[in-house]
């Protein structure tokens, strides 16, 4: 079965996902890194953050958190 903390932490992707789509990218990587200290391995809240920074034009953050979002998915196939 999937952990409390597994939910909590998609839980908070969600919330994030939906503060991006609203332009609010500051406060959807606050969600994402709650999500992430929850569960600090979490590939798609990596994979958000480096949206939410291209979005804000921080590129170097963008790459950084791309780079964890690939090293920590264990299905890589799925960022292509």
Do not use: M
């Not at 079965?1 to 609203?22: P, R």
């Amino acid at each position: 079965s999937v952990s409390l903390h597994a939910q909590d932490a998609a839980q908070f992707v969600k919330e994030g996902i939906a503060l991006h789509d609203q332009g609010e990218y500051a406060q959807a990587i606050e969600k994402y890194n709650e999500a992430l200290k929850l569960n600090p391995t979490y590939w798609n809240a990596y994979y958000e953050i480096a949206y939410s920074y291209s979005a804000l034009k921080e590129y170097e953050k963008t790459i950084a958190s791309a780079d964890l979002a690939i090293k920590y998915c264990e299905e890589k196939d799925r960022l292509y």
